[in-house]
């Protein structure tokens, strides 16, 4: 048996080496852990050996071979391929530990170069974990010094099996994934420092790790003066709200919440239902709009104090109309998604990630809980006040008919606190309004609370243990409530 050893990190890699030695494999290796392990006293040959090839170009290229990869990724089972090896005088290699240039790390130093980052590239190691994982079948891969104790333990106790090998593999492409983004992050960065962050005693810039045209750090600036932290925070609020609409729809906001969204047959009538929403608190807002601006939308837009309008496109009518206005800032761009799937979150010590909040509502998954069920003007409120509710900060209420939110409460440590908000801010009330919750109502109080505002249609996630207090309720009252078995909360 044969193993290939390659690896930037040398933690635990003698002791690795001999234990594989006490199991029988005889060892290959490259460079500075050939030399380790050499100078250890560790039998161990140069890959040199297997490719009868010096390594070249300073080392860039040693283990781009044959006799590296046939004797990696030959499938055992497969007659053809054993055949080639035996053809070509190939051996089979049966593990695989290699871990990968430090990039990230040198990266991270402040006088690191481009030419620097560039050298720390690792293409050969790359290259041998994919296809020894491809092959794990047959082949173990190791990629975590963390890994080397189990890897002998179970080969003391021929336990090295399939499923054991599959979840190295998985391992591995995980770490490549991460290696090739971290690559990517640093050289397609832009990094531009901001006047200032939240508050004027901040600092603050932006980085951008994407040059997609369908993300707002993309945006094409058609008029306007710089754009502050906040405005930028904003605009990706808005911006990210209003592409999810297929019909002409507004979305303004303010301090990172809508606090007016509107739909309609033109996109001026969407901005005037957004507007209306909320005629207070888009003074000095951001608004988004998902179709061309023209020259009605313009003329209606120009009348409010705004710092800043998005769109796919603006006409040159809109544009002469719009850009007589000093200071306000006008983006263009794309609204189709992106490919971003990720978001992170700043915390101390570190950063949280997770995929975004991308669920859409199913019609046709909905669970009908009531007696009374919705009628078809009720399931179109329902299902625009729910798209608003996954942008509303957690805990969210949101009011809205038809065509438009009617009232927004946002960020409350209660559910009841924010229906009272979103109650008391409401342009209209009444059975024409439904409510949607981004989270299941522990007890039926949102609900008697919805029930004296004269609300007739509830969308909520449910999954509470006292939901069934809230259903009897609602069938007391000829309230119609959907379940939709998706939260929303937003942090």
């Given at each position: 048996?044969k193993?290939?050893?390659?690896?930037?990190?040398?933690?635990?890699?003698?002791?690795?080496?001999?234990?594989?030695?006490?199991?029988?494999?005889?060892?290959y290796?490259t460079?500075g852990?050939f030399k380790?392990l050499?100078?250890?006293?560790?039998?161990?040959?140069?890959?040199?050996?297997l490719?009868?090839?010096?390594?070249?170009?300073?080392?860039?290229?040693?283990?781009?071979?044959?006799?590296?990869?046939g004797?990696?990724?030959?499938?055992?089972?497969?007659?053809?391929?054993?055949?080639?090896?035996?053809?070509?005088?190939i051996?089979?290699?049966?593990?695989?530990?290699?871990?990968?240039?430090?990039?990230?790390?040198?990266?991270?130093k402040?006088?690191?170069?481009?030419?620097d980052?560039v050298?720390?590239?690792?293409?050969?190691g790359?290259?041998?974990?994919?296809?020894?994982?491809?092959?794990y079948?047959?082949?173990?891969?190791?990629?975590?010094?963390?890994?080397?104790?189990?890897?002998?333990?179970?080969?003391?106790?021929?336990?090295?099996?399939?499923?054991?090998?599959?979840?190295?593999?998985?391992?591995?492409f995980?770490?490549?994934?991460?290696?090739?983004?971290a690559?990517v992050?640093?050289?397609?960065?832009?990094e531009?420092?901001?006047?200032?962050?939240?508050?004027?005693?901040?600092?603050?810039?932006?980085?951008?790790?994407?040059?997609?045209?369908?993300?707002?750090?993309?945006?094409?600036?058609?008029?306007?003066?710089?754009?502050?932290?906040?405005n930028?925070?904003?605009?990706d609020?808005?911006?990210?709200?209003?592409?999810?609409?297929d019909?002409?729809?507004?979305?303004?906001?303010?301090?990172?919440?809508?606090?007016?969204?509107?739909?309609?047959?033109?996109?001026?009538?969407?901005?005037?239902?957004?507007?209306?929403?909320?005629?207070?608190?888009?003074?000095?807002?951001?608004?988004?709009?998902?179709?061309?601006?023209?020259?009605?939308?313009a003329e209606?837009?120009?009348?409010?104090?705004?710092?800043?309008?998005?769109?796919?496109?603006?006409?040159?009518?809109?544009?002469?109309?719009?850009?007589?206005?000093?200071n306000?800032?006008?983006?263009?761009?794309?609204?189709?998604?992106?490919?971003?799937?990720d978001?992170?979150?700043?915390?101390?010590?570190?950063?949280?990630?997770q995929?975004?909040?991308?669920?859409?509502?199913?019609?046709?998954?909905l669970?009908?809980?009531?007696?009374?069920k919705?009628?078809?003007?009720?399931?179109?409120?329902?299902?625009?006040?729910?798209?608003?509710?996954?942008?509303?900060?957690s805990?969210?209420?949101?009011?809205a008919?038809?065509?438009?939110?009617?009232?927004?409460?946002?960020?409350?440590?209660?559910?009841?606190?924010?229906?009272?908000?979103?109650?008391?801010?409401?342009?209209?009330?009444?059975?024409n309004?439904?409510?949607?919750?981004?989270?299941?109502f522990?007890?039926?109080?949102?609900?008697?609370?919805?029930?004296?505002?004269?609300?007739?249609?509830i969308?909520?996630?449910?999954?509470?243990?006292?939901?069934?207090?809230?259903?009897?309720?609602?069938?007391?009252?000829?309230?119609?409530?959907?379940?939709?078995?998706?939260?929303?909360?937003?942090?």
């Open positions: 048996m193993a290939l050893l390659s690896v930037s990190n040398k933690t635990g890699i003698e002791k690795f080496a001999s234990g594989l030695i006490e199991q029988g494999y005889e060892l290796s460079g852990t380790a050499e100078d250890a006293g560790i039998a161990v040959k140069q890959v040199s050996d490719t009868d090839f010096n390594e070249i170009m300073d080392g860039r290229v040693k283990t781009l071979h044959p006799a590296v990869h004797g990696i990724l030959a499938d055992r089972d497969n007659p053809e391929h054993m055949e080639d090896l035996r053809k070509n005088n051996e089979t290699i049966d593990l695989v530990a290699v871990n990968l240039y430090p990039f990230k790390e040198t990266v991270k402040a006088d690191v170069t481009e030419s980052a050298e720390n590239i690792d293409i050969g790359p290259t041998m974990l994919r296809a020894a994982a491809k092959n079948s047959h082949v173990t891969t190791v990629v975590d010094p963390l890994d080397y104790e189990e890897v002998l333990e179970r080969l003391k106790n021929n336990a090295l099996d399939k499923d054991f090998r599959k979840k190295l593999m998985i391992k591995v995980r770490h490549t994934n991460d290696y090739d983004q690559i992050n640093f050289f397609a960065q832009s531009k420092t901001l006047r200032y962050g939240e508050n004027p005693h901040q600092s603050a810039k932006y980085v951008k790790t994407s040059d997609d045209k369908n993300t707002i750090l993309n945006a094409d600036v058609l008029h306007g003066k710089e754009l502050s932290y906040n930028l925070r904003d605009a609020s808005a911006f990210q709200l209003a592409k999810k609409f019909l002409p729809a507004a979305v303004a906001v303010k301090h990172m919440n809508p606090c007016g969204v509107g739909t309609g047959d033109t996109i001026e009538e969407a901005f005037q239902n957004a507007f209306d929403a909320d005629n207070q608190s888009i003074f000095g807002g951001i608004v988004a709009l998902n179709k061309t601006v023209n020259e009605a939308a209606k837009l120009s009348k409010v104090f705004l710092e800043v309008i998005i769109a796919p496109h603006f006409s040159e009518e809109a544009l002469n109309i719009l850009t007589a206005k000093k306000i800032r006008l983006l263009q761009v794309d609204f189709t998604e992106d490919a971003v799937q978001e992170f979150v700043s915390v101390s010590g570190g950063y949280l990630v995929s975004r909040d991308t669920g859409k509502l199913d019609k046709d998954s669970e009908y809980v009531t007696e009374k919705p009628d078809e003007e009720q399931l179109k409120a329902l299902a625009l006040a729910w798209e608003v509710s996954k942008h509303v900060k805990n969210a209420i949101v009011l008919n038809s065509r438009q939110t009617v009232g927004i409460g946002a960020g409350q440590m209660n559910r009841v606190g924010a229906l009272k908000i979103a109650a008391e801010r409401a342009i209209e009330l009444g059975e309004i439904v409510l949607a919750s981004d989270g299941f522990p007890m039926p109080d949102t609900v008697e609370n919805a029930y004296k505002y004269g609300i007739k249609a969308i909520q996630p449910g999954g509470s243990k006292r939901d069934n207090e809230s259903i009897d309720f609602c069938n007391e009252n000829g309230i119609a409530m959907v379940f939709t078995g998706m939260r929303h909360f937003k942090h």
